[in-house]
C-alpha cells in the first residue's frame, strides 16, 4: 500500500487541527466569567498584601531609621534611580535623606505619595519633600463597593490614565544651593515628554510629570525591596544564567503581547 503524502508546508491542503474551533456565545460568556473572578481573587489579595505588609513597614522604618546613610545607599544601588541621580550636588543633596516613606491613598491603596525625609542641610529647608501621585477616577464611575468592598473603579484602574502627578515646590536656601535652577530640565525640541537634558533629580519633585516613570520604582521596586537593595542584591538589571540560556537557545519565540506577571509588591 502507498504512503499517503504528506501535504506540502502553505498548501491549500494544509489545515490548521485547531482552525474549526467556533465558541457559542454561552461559552464565551462563561470564559468572561472566570476572567472576572480571577480579577476579582488577585485584586482582594493584592489589596489584603498592602494591608498585611503596612505594619512591618512601620517596623522596619523604626530600624532603618538607626543605620546610617541607608536610603542613601538603597538608592544609588538601584541603577534606574541612579541614572537620574549622576550629579555630584545631587548625591551630596540626597545624603542627607534619612527615610524615605509611601503614603497609600485612602481610596485607592494603589496610588500614592512619594516622601523623602531630610535631616537638617545646606541645600533646602523642607523637612519633607514630597511627589504626589493624585487618584482621579473617571467621572461618574461607580464609587459604591460590594459584599467585599470593591468598586468599578477599582477594577477599571489604569495607573497611566487615573492617576495624576503633582509638582511641588521645594525651599532652597539660597541660589547657590538650588539644584533645580543650577541644573534644570531641557526640554526637548523633538520630543514632547522627554528632555534633552534631565538635570538635576530633584526636578522629578517640582516638575508635574513623570516620563521616566520613577513612580514605579521608588514605590514599587525600591521601597519594598529596600533591604536588598542596601546590600546590593536586587540589581535592576542583572541576567541570570537561565535568562542567557534562554536567550542563546532561542527555541521558545516570546510573545510580546503576553504581560510578564510580577510579584506582588504594595
Given at each position: 500500500m502507498a504512503a499517503k503524502k504528506r501535504s506540502e508546508p502553505g498548501s491549500d491542503k494544509e489545515k490548521d487541527p485547531n482552525g474549526d474551533i467556533n465558541l457559542s456565545p454561552a461559552d464565551v460568556e462563561k470564559l468572561k466569567d472566570l476572567q472576572k473572578d480571577f480579577?476579582?481573587?488577585e485584586l482582594l489579595l493584592d489589596r489584603r498584601a498592602i494591608k498585611d505588609l503596612q505594619p512591618l513597614y512601620?517596623?522596619?522604618?523604626?530600624?532603618?531609621?538607626?543605620?546610617?546613610?541607608?536610603w542613601p545607599q538603597a538608592l544609588f544601588n538601584c541603577q534606574q534611580f541612579g541614572l537620574h541621580a549622576l550629579l555630584d550636588e545631587d548625591r551630596d543633596a540626597l545624603s542627607y535623606l534619612?527615610?524615605?516613606?509611601i503614603e497609600r491613598d485612602a481610596v485607592e491603596p494603589r496610588v500614592f505619595t512619594v516622601e523623602f525625609h531630610f535631616k537638617e542641610n545646606p541645600y533646602f529647608s523642607d523637612a519633607v519633600v514630597k511627589k504626589v501621585y493624585k487618584y482621579v477616577p473617571e467621572a461618574g464611575s461607580d464609587a459604591s463597593p460590594d459584599a467585599d468592598g470593591l468598586t468599578k473603579a477599582a477594577f477599571d484602574f489604569d495607573w497611566d490614565e487615573h492617576v495624576k502627578p503633582q509638582a511641588t515646590q521645594i525651599a532652597w536656601k539660597d541660589d547657590a544651593h538650588n539644584l533645580v535652577k543650577k541644573h534644570p530640565w531641557v526640554q526637548s525640541e523633538e520630543d514632547e515628554e522627554l528632555p534633552e537634558d534631565a538635570g538635576s533629580v530633584f526636578n522629578y519633585f517640582v516638575r508635574e510629570a513623570d516620563p521616566f516613570g520613577l513612580a514605579e520604582?521608588?514605590?514599587?521596586?525600591?521601597?519594598?525591596?529596600?533591604?536588598?537593595y542596601f546590600n546590593g542584591e536586587?540589581?535592576?538589571?542583572?541576567i541570570t544564567d537561565s535568562d542567557e540560556e534562554a536567550d542563546d537557545d532561542g527555541a521558545e519565540e516570546i510573545d510580546l503581547d503576553q504581560p510578564k506577571k510580577k510579584k506582588v509588591k504594595a
Open positions: 480579577a476579582r481573587v512601620e517596623k522596619r522604618r523604626a530600624v532603618l531609621k538607626t543605620i546610617p546613610k541607608f534619612e527615610d524615605l516613606w520604582v521608588l514605590g514599587m521596586e525600591v521601597f519594598p525591596d529596600a533591604v536588598a536586587d540589581d535592576d538589571d542583572d
